[in-house]
């Protein structure tokens, strides 16, 4: 992402260069320890990643049950029906985020991109 | 507050909103305020900052330069790890976003200045452009094969009913706990300063212990502002990978 494709009068120069990034590289071939040391961090920001996931599942729980009760005219049953959603959803979150799923929705493990894409990125820098 | 009247200093005094110019369209407030203030001059800080260490291109960087292509560097290396080379065309978003919430949050950290990314209207803002984006994005590259993002696989179909809910709230949960986890960070990390820094004065000569403090949390404060710019910047990386590789 960083070298600058063009073809310039510095061949070895480019080869040297690539020949550094690739010994870089296999120093950190665990790039996930990277994305680990940043996904566990400190305790604190751990326990505030969790804190604001749950929160905020409940909160969008609550707020859908409150505006649809309000729209439908059910008063409170869709609240607690959207609560318990909404807790569940927290709960998701959090499983989620401690079962390496990562941050995100979904069930793939994050940290390493889908195969494919990686292959891609190896091929192109083989071809160089 | 209210019994002691306005002499004492409010810890939350810090986050209030002052017009400087008071501009008024229709029935909306758009005044020019501080936290307006303090948003361009990060913008204008960011552009100098960057316009100066890449306007003179040199091939053995000078420190300027060095330090510019080092944040450049280091969201491209956090796209291409979290993204794949399928990431590189959003890298203008994910690095505007960090570096407007990385130099918010380092300009909070002056004395008298304004942290705008202590405003949950701010913040939210950013994440819920953030959100729309991935989503239509989600929606450009899937099309309706999108929905099946809120079907967890191998579920049996008599629970979807009960599974598909909690997926879209859990779905609809991350610009709310993107945003309120930027904004209670700095809320709670500025207030915490003020309340200790309020304690040297009153305690007389054992105010030195809350001034170590005081000193020591400043540390901790800086390391949370660029800690939470990582953790925006890495989350809209994810997000944007979960829209562009669906399982």
């Known amino acids: 992402m960083t070298e600058p494709e ?7 120069f480019d080869s040297r260069l690539r020949a550094a990034r690739d010994e870089q590289d296999k120093g950190k071939k665990s790039s996930k320890s990277k994305d680990d040391a940043a996904k566990s961090g400190s305790g604190l920001g751990l326990a505030f990643r969790i804190t604001s996931d749950i929160v905020a599942a409940l909160a969008v729980g609550v707020v859908i049950g409150v505006l649809l009760d309000r729209w439908l005219g059910t008063s409170p049953w869709l609240l607690i029906v959207f609560f318990i959603f909404g807790s569940a959803a927290g709960i998701l979150n959090v499983f989620r985020t401690m079962e390496g799923y990562g ?5 793939r493990k994050t940290g390493a991109p889908p195969k494919p894409g990686a292959d891609d990125e190896a091929n192109k820098r083989n071809k160089q | 507050m209210a019994e002691n009247g306005h002499q004492q200093h409010s810890p939350l005094e810090q986050f209030e909103i002052r017009e400087i110019v008071p501009i008024h369209l229709g029935g909306l407030d758009i005044s020019f305020t501080n936290s307006s203030l303090m948003m361009v001059i990060a913008v204008v800080l960011i552009s100098v900052f960057l316009v100066m260490g890449i306007g003179r291109g040199a091939t053995v960087p000078g420190r300027w330069q060095s330090a510019a292509e080092l944040s450049y560097d280091f969201i491209a290396g956090l796209i ?5 080379p399928g990431g590189r065309p959003y890298f203008p978003l994910v690095f505007s976003l960090f570096m407007f919430v990385l130099v918010g949050n380092l300009l909070g950290m002056l004395p008298y200045s304004f942290t705008f990314t202590s405003h949950i209207a701010v913040t939210f803002v950013l994440a819920a452009v953030v959100f729309i984006l991935v989503t239509i994005l989600g929606f450009v590259k899937h099309g309706l094969h999108f929905f099946t993002f809120f079907v967890p696989p191998g579920s049996p179909v008599y629970m979807w009913p009960l599974l598909i809910p909690i997926e879209i709230i859990s779905y609809l949960s991350r610009p709310v706990s993107l945003s309120v986890r ?3 960070n700095m809320l709670a990390g500025h207030t915490l300063l003020k309340v200790i820094a309020g304690f040297i004065a009153l305690l007389g000569v054992v105010g030195i212990l809350p001034f170590a403090l005081v000193v020591a949390l400043t540390g901790l404060e800086i390391l949370i502002a660029f800690l939470q710019a990582y953790v925006f910047a890495i989350l809209t ?5 979960d829209a562009l590789h669906l399982h």
Do not use: Q
């Open chain 1, 6 to 12: 063009s073809p310039n009068p510095h061949k070895d």
């Open chain 1, 103 to 107: 941050y995100a929705a979904g069930y």
């Open chain 2, 80 to 84: 291409r790890d979290t993204v794949g």
């Open chain 2, 182 to 184: 930027l904004f209670a």
């Open chain 2, 237 to 241: 990386c994810l997000y944007i990978n």
